[in-house]
Protein backbone atom coordinates (compact mmCIF):
# COMPACT_ATOMS: atom_id res chain seq x y z
CA UNK A 1 0.00 0.00 0.00
CA UNK A 2 1.49 3.44 -0.59
CA UNK A 3 1.36 6.08 1.73
CA UNK A 4 -0.11 9.43 0.79
CA UNK A 5 2.89 11.77 1.71
CA UNK A 6 4.95 9.92 -1.21
CA UNK A 7 2.56 11.08 -4.08
CA UNK A 8 2.42 14.57 -2.82
CA UNK A 9 5.80 16.47 -3.94
CA UNK A 10 4.56 20.05 -4.95
CA UNK A 11 5.48 22.82 -3.24
CA UNK A 12 3.03 25.57 -2.72
CA UNK A 13 2.88 29.51 -2.06
CA UNK A 14 0.86 30.60 0.64
CA UNK A 15 -0.93 33.53 -0.35
CA UNK A 16 -2.59 36.10 2.18
CA UNK A 17 -5.01 38.84 1.17
CA UNK A 18 -4.87 51.55 -0.65
CA UNK A 19 -5.46 55.92 -1.51
CA UNK A 20 -2.00 56.46 -1.24
CA UNK A 21 -0.37 56.19 2.42
CA UNK A 22 1.77 59.02 3.81
CA UNK A 23 4.98 56.85 3.90
CA UNK A 24 4.76 53.83 1.59
CA UNK A 25 8.47 53.40 2.39
CA UNK A 26 8.06 51.91 5.59
CA UNK A 27 6.53 48.67 3.66
CA UNK A 28 9.55 47.60 2.79
CA UNK A 29 12.22 47.65 5.56
CA UNK A 30 11.62 43.95 6.12
CA UNK A 31 11.59 42.58 2.72
CA UNK A 32 14.51 41.70 0.11
CA UNK A 33 14.31 44.22 -2.44
CA UNK A 34 17.34 46.10 -3.37
CA UNK A 35 17.38 49.85 -3.17
CA UNK A 36 16.24 50.71 -6.43
CA UNK A 37 13.84 47.70 -6.47
CA UNK A 38 12.26 49.38 -3.58
CA UNK A 39 12.22 53.09 -4.80
CA UNK A 40 10.83 51.83 -7.92
CA UNK A 41 7.89 49.91 -6.04
CA UNK A 42 7.28 52.96 -4.02
CA UNK A 43 6.68 54.57 -6.86
CA UNK A 44 4.67 52.24 -8.22
CA UNK A 45 2.25 52.02 -5.25
CA UNK A 46 1.64 55.77 -5.39
CA UNK A 47 -0.02 55.14 -8.59
CA UNK A 48 -2.25 52.15 -7.19
CA UNK A 49 -5.30 54.97 -6.84
CA UNK A 50 -4.60 56.45 -10.79
CA UNK A 51 -8.19 57.06 -12.46
CA UNK A 52 -6.41 56.60 -15.70
CA UNK A 53 -7.30 52.59 -16.84
CA UNK A 54 -4.34 53.00 -18.81
CA UNK A 55 -2.12 53.99 -16.34
CA UNK A 56 -3.31 51.38 -13.65
CA UNK A 57 -2.75 48.47 -16.54
CA UNK A 58 0.90 49.50 -16.57
CA UNK A 59 1.10 49.85 -12.94
CA UNK A 60 -0.30 46.49 -12.81
CA UNK A 61 1.71 44.65 -15.01
CA UNK A 62 4.48 46.38 -13.15
CA UNK A 63 3.96 45.20 -10.26
CA UNK A 64 3.05 41.35 -11.39
CA UNK A 65 6.35 41.11 -12.77
CA UNK A 66 7.76 41.20 -9.26
CA UNK A 67 6.64 37.95 -8.83
CA UNK A 68 5.00 35.94 -5.50
CA UNK A 69 7.95 37.85 -3.54
CA UNK A 70 5.84 41.45 -3.50
CA UNK A 71 2.71 39.86 -2.04
CA UNK A 72 3.86 41.14 1.43
CA UNK A 73 4.53 44.61 0.21
CA UNK A 74 0.98 44.09 -0.76
CA UNK A 75 -0.77 42.89 2.12
CA UNK A 76 1.20 45.56 4.29
CA UNK A 77 -0.05 48.38 1.78
CA UNK A 78 -3.38 47.01 2.13
CA UNK A 79 -3.61 47.16 5.65
CA UNK A 80 -2.68 50.65 5.96
CA UNK A 81 -4.72 52.50 3.24
CA UNK A 82 -8.29 53.23 3.74
CA UNK A 83 -9.01 53.55 0.04
CA UNK A 84 -11.78 50.18 -0.25
CA UNK A 85 -11.14 51.25 -4.07
CA UNK A 86 -7.88 50.89 -3.82
CA UNK A 87 -7.79 47.78 -1.77
CA UNK A 88 -10.02 46.13 -4.41
CA UNK A 89 -6.82 46.68 -6.71
CA UNK A 90 -4.71 45.17 -4.17
CA UNK A 91 -6.60 41.95 -3.91
CA UNK A 92 -6.63 41.94 -7.59
CA UNK A 93 -3.13 42.20 -7.86
CA UNK A 94 -2.74 39.20 -5.15
CA UNK A 95 -4.82 36.98 -6.73
CA UNK A 96 -3.08 37.63 -10.18
CA UNK A 97 0.10 36.58 -8.89
CA UNK A 98 -1.53 33.50 -7.24
CA UNK A 99 -3.04 32.52 -10.73
CA UNK A 100 -0.01 33.22 -12.49
CA UNK A 101 1.70 30.43 -9.64
CA UNK A 102 -1.43 28.38 -10.15
CA UNK A 103 -1.16 28.05 -14.09
CA UNK A 104 2.36 27.14 -14.02
CA UNK A 105 2.01 24.59 -10.97
CA UNK A 106 -1.07 22.89 -13.75
CA UNK A 107 1.45 23.08 -16.48
CA UNK A 108 3.90 21.00 -13.93
CA UNK A 109 1.40 18.50 -13.34
CA UNK A 110 0.40 18.56 -16.80
CA UNK A 111 4.34 17.34 -17.84
CA UNK A 112 4.56 15.17 -14.91
CA UNK A 113 4.89 11.12 -15.40
CA UNK A 114 2.61 10.49 -12.94
CA UNK A 115 -0.71 12.58 -12.57
CA UNK A 116 -1.88 11.88 -8.93
CA UNK A 117 -5.27 13.03 -8.72
CA UNK A 118 -4.38 14.30 -4.77
CA UNK A 119 -1.74 16.85 -5.83
CA UNK A 120 -4.45 18.08 -8.60
CA UNK A 121 -7.65 18.12 -6.45
CA UNK A 122 -5.22 20.27 -4.12
CA UNK A 123 -4.56 22.80 -7.10
CA UNK A 124 -8.07 23.46 -7.83
CA UNK A 125 -8.98 23.95 -4.46
CA UNK A 126 -5.78 26.72 -4.12
CA UNK A 127 -7.89 28.56 -6.91
CA UNK A 128 -10.44 29.86 -4.02
CA UNK A 129 -8.25 29.73 -1.21
CA UNK A 130 -4.93 30.08 -1.95
CA UNK A 131 -3.45 30.09 1.42
CA UNK A 132 -5.06 26.43 2.16
CA UNK A 133 -2.51 24.21 4.22
CA UNK A 134 -1.62 21.22 2.75
CA UNK A 135 -0.80 19.33 5.93
CA UNK A 136 -4.85 18.80 6.80
CA UNK A 137 -5.48 17.53 3.98
CA UNK A 138 -2.57 15.25 3.26
CA UNK A 139 -3.69 13.82 6.82
CA UNK A 140 -7.15 13.43 6.31
CA UNK A 141 -6.56 11.60 3.56
CA UNK A 142 -4.06 9.38 5.25
CA UNK A 143 -6.29 8.53 7.83
CA UNK A 144 -9.17 7.22 5.63
CA UNK A 145 -6.43 4.92 3.65
CA UNK A 146 -5.15 3.69 6.67
CA UNK A 147 -8.88 2.80 8.20
CA UNK A 148 -9.66 1.26 4.83
CA UNK A 149 -6.59 -0.86 4.79
CA UNK A 150 -6.80 -2.43 8.05
CA UNK A 151 -10.18 -3.65 6.68
CA UNK A 152 -8.60 -4.99 3.58
CA UNK A 153 -7.41 -8.29 2.89
CA UNK A 154 -6.15 -10.55 -0.20
CA UNK A 155 -9.37 -12.64 -0.07
CA UNK A 156 -12.19 -10.23 -0.18
CA UNK A 157 -14.29 -10.49 -3.96
CA UNK A 158 -14.39 -6.91 -5.71
CA UNK A 159 -18.08 -6.44 -4.29
CA UNK A 160 -16.47 -6.69 -0.63
CA UNK A 161 -13.27 -5.01 -1.31
CA UNK A 162 -16.08 -1.93 -2.37
CA UNK A 163 -18.49 -2.50 0.56
CA UNK A 164 -15.39 -1.72 3.34
CA UNK A 165 -14.04 1.79 1.29
CA UNK A 166 -17.54 2.79 0.92
CA UNK A 167 -18.76 1.83 4.37
CA UNK A 168 -16.00 3.77 5.90
CA UNK A 169 -15.66 6.26 3.57
CA UNK A 170 -20.08 6.99 3.75
CA UNK A 171 -20.93 5.57 7.58
CA UNK A 172 -18.04 5.92 9.53
CA UNK A 173 -16.42 8.74 7.87
CA UNK A 174 -20.17 10.30 7.89
CA UNK A 175 -19.31 11.97 3.87
CA UNK A 176 -22.33 12.74 2.06
CA UNK A 177 -22.93 13.52 -1.38
CA UNK A 178 -25.17 15.98 -3.74
CA UNK A 179 -26.06 16.06 -7.08
CA UNK A 180 -23.70 18.62 -9.21
CA UNK A 181 -24.98 22.52 -8.51
CA UNK A 182 -23.60 25.75 -8.91
CA UNK A 183 -24.44 27.50 -5.71
CA UNK A 184 -21.93 26.31 -3.16
CA UNK A 185 -18.09 26.27 -5.03
CA UNK A 186 -16.59 24.53 -1.80
CA UNK A 187 -18.45 21.30 -2.63
CA UNK A 188 -16.27 21.09 -5.94
CA UNK A 189 -13.16 21.42 -3.29
CA UNK A 190 -11.07 18.53 -1.61
CA UNK A 191 -10.54 20.46 1.37
CA UNK A 192 -14.00 21.68 2.14
CA UNK A 193 -15.38 18.27 1.41
CA UNK A 194 -12.82 17.03 3.52
CA UNK A 195 -13.51 19.69 6.33
CA UNK A 196 -17.60 19.85 5.58
CA UNK A 197 -18.03 15.83 5.09
CA UNK A 198 -19.91 17.21 2.35
CA UNK A 199 -18.96 17.33 -1.81
CA UNK A 200 -20.97 16.89 -4.86
CA UNK A 201 -20.93 13.41 -7.47
CA UNK A 202 -17.56 15.03 -8.99
CA UNK A 203 -15.09 15.82 -5.70
CA UNK A 204 -16.58 13.08 -4.11
CA UNK A 205 -15.87 10.75 -6.96
CA UNK A 206 -12.30 12.21 -7.01
CA UNK A 207 -11.85 11.50 -3.25
CA UNK A 208 -13.11 7.79 -3.59
CA UNK A 209 -10.80 7.28 -6.73
CA UNK A 210 -7.33 8.67 -5.08
CA UNK A 211 -8.24 6.34 -2.43
CA UNK A 212 -8.93 3.24 -4.56
CA UNK A 213 -5.83 4.15 -5.68
CA UNK A 214 -3.70 4.39 -2.83
CA UNK A 215 -5.47 0.64 -2.06
CA UNK A 216 -4.75 -0.63 -5.65
CA UNK A 217 -8.28 -1.25 -5.61
CA UNK A 218 -9.05 -1.17 -9.70
CA UNK A 219 -12.01 1.27 -9.39
CA UNK A 220 -11.57 4.22 -12.50
CA UNK A 221 -14.34 6.88 -13.74
CA UNK A 222 -15.61 6.59 -16.66
CA UNK A 223 -17.76 8.92 -19.08
CA UNK A 224 -21.23 8.13 -19.03
CA UNK A 225 -23.35 11.10 -20.74
CA UNK A 226 -24.81 13.45 -17.59
CA UNK A 227 -23.31 11.45 -14.74
CA UNK A 228 -19.96 11.24 -12.72
CA UNK A 229 -19.58 7.49 -12.47
CA UNK A 230 -17.09 5.21 -11.39
CA UNK A 231 -16.12 1.43 -12.75
CA UNK A 232 -14.75 -1.53 -10.72
CA UNK A 233 -12.35 -3.13 -13.50
CA UNK A 234 -12.26 -6.60 -13.14
CA UNK A 235 -8.67 -7.17 -11.92
CA UNK A 236 -7.83 -9.57 -15.52
CA UNK A 237 -7.95 -6.57 -17.08
CA UNK A 238 -6.25 -3.32 -15.64
CA UNK A 239 -3.24 -4.25 -16.84
CA UNK A 240 -4.09 -4.58 -20.18
CA UNK A 241 -4.23 -2.08 -23.00
CA UNK A 242 -8.15 -0.96 -23.21
CA UNK A 243 -9.93 -0.85 -26.55
CA UNK A 244 -13.49 0.71 -26.31
CA UNK A 245 -15.00 -2.53 -27.89
CA UNK A 246 -13.98 -4.41 -24.48
CA UNK A 247 -14.74 -1.61 -22.16
CA UNK A 248 -18.07 -3.02 -20.95
CA UNK A 249 -16.49 -6.17 -20.58
CA UNK A 250 -14.23 -5.42 -17.98
CA UNK A 251 -16.64 -3.90 -15.55
CA UNK A 252 -17.70 -5.71 -12.81
CA UNK A 253 -20.39 -3.17 -11.85
CA UNK A 254 -20.46 0.76 -10.96
CA UNK A 255 -20.48 3.02 -8.25
CA UNK A 256 -22.10 6.25 -7.91
CA UNK A 257 -20.11 8.50 -5.91
CA UNK A 258 -22.47 10.10 -4.20
CA UNK A 259 -23.35 7.75 -1.41
CA UNK A 260 -21.33 4.67 -2.65
CA UNK A 261 -24.53 3.06 -4.02
CA UNK A 262 -23.50 -0.31 -6.15
CA UNK A 263 -25.08 -0.36 -9.61
CA UNK A 264 -25.53 -3.43 -12.09
CA UNK A 265 -24.46 -3.88 -16.18
CA UNK A 266 -29.02 -4.04 -16.12
CA UNK A 267 -29.10 -1.03 -13.94
CA UNK A 268 -26.74 1.32 -15.90
CA UNK A 269 -28.71 -0.06 -19.21
CA UNK A 270 -32.27 1.13 -18.13
CA UNK A 271 -30.31 4.70 -17.42
CA UNK A 272 -29.45 4.85 -21.16
CA UNK A 273 -32.66 3.75 -22.01
CA UNK A 274 -34.56 6.17 -19.63
CA UNK A 275 -31.97 9.30 -21.48
CA UNK A 276 -32.55 7.83 -24.76
CA UNK A 277 -29.08 7.53 -25.56
CA UNK A 278 -26.97 4.25 -27.36
CA UNK A 279 -24.76 2.67 -24.76
CA UNK A 280 -21.58 2.85 -27.05
CA UNK A 281 -18.71 1.66 -25.74
CA UNK A 282 -16.69 4.67 -25.48
CA UNK A 283 -18.92 5.69 -22.56
CA UNK A 284 -17.41 2.69 -20.38
CA UNK A 285 -13.88 3.55 -21.00
CA UNK A 286 -11.97 4.54 -18.04
CA UNK A 287 -11.07 7.88 -18.52
CA UNK A 288 -7.48 9.74 -17.47
CA UNK A 289 -5.99 11.97 -14.81
CA UNK A 290 -6.22 14.82 -16.54
CA UNK A 291 -9.62 14.15 -18.03
CA UNK A 292 -11.14 14.26 -14.49
CA UNK A 293 -9.26 17.12 -13.41
CA UNK A 294 -10.37 19.08 -16.57
CA UNK A 295 -14.35 17.73 -15.60
CA UNK A 296 -13.57 19.52 -12.42
CA UNK A 297 -12.18 22.69 -13.47
CA UNK A 298 -14.65 23.22 -15.88
CA UNK A 299 -18.00 22.32 -13.78
CA UNK A 300 -16.23 24.67 -10.65
CA UNK A 301 -16.00 27.31 -13.28
CA UNK A 302 -19.77 27.79 -13.09
CA UNK A 303 -20.15 28.11 -10.33
CA UNK A 304 -18.67 32.16 -11.26
CA UNK A 305 -20.35 32.35 -14.73
CA UNK A 306 -22.19 36.05 -14.03
CA UNK A 307 -20.86 39.54 -14.40
CA UNK A 308 -19.21 39.72 -10.88
CA UNK A 309 -17.11 36.84 -11.25
CA UNK A 310 -16.90 36.33 -14.79
CA UNK A 311 -12.87 36.66 -13.94
CA UNK A 312 -12.44 33.29 -12.31
CA UNK A 313 -14.63 31.62 -14.54
CA UNK A 314 -12.27 33.23 -17.62
CA UNK A 315 -9.29 31.95 -15.72
CA UNK A 316 -10.90 27.89 -14.40
CA UNK A 317 -11.42 27.53 -17.77
CA UNK A 318 -7.91 28.52 -19.03
CA UNK A 319 -6.64 26.05 -16.49
CA UNK A 320 -9.22 23.50 -17.83
CA UNK A 321 -7.51 24.60 -21.40
CA UNK A 322 -4.24 23.51 -20.05
CA UNK A 323 -4.73 20.06 -19.31
CA UNK A 324 -6.65 19.74 -23.20
CA UNK A 325 -3.05 20.46 -24.73
CA UNK A 326 -1.54 17.63 -26.53
Known amino acids: MRSVATNFNLSFAIIS ?32 DDPDSEVFTSVSDRIVSYGRGIIPNLENLWENTISEDVQVRIEMLIHKLHYRDLTEDFER ?6 KDLLTASMLVAKFQYPDMASAPVLGDVEKLRRNIWLEL ?7 EQINVLTSILYNYYALKGTEVGYQHPDEFLINKVLETKRGNAIANGVLYLLLAELLDIPVKAINIPKQFILAYIKPEYINEKHTHESSMNRIEFFIDPISGQVFTHKDVESYFKRISVPPVPSYFAPISHERIIQTLLEEFSKCFDNEKNAYKYQELMALAAILNKD
Open 153 to 159: NNYLTPL
Open 109 to 114: WKGSSY
Open 17 to 48: EDSRITNTEALFTSNPHSMEETKEISALFTLL
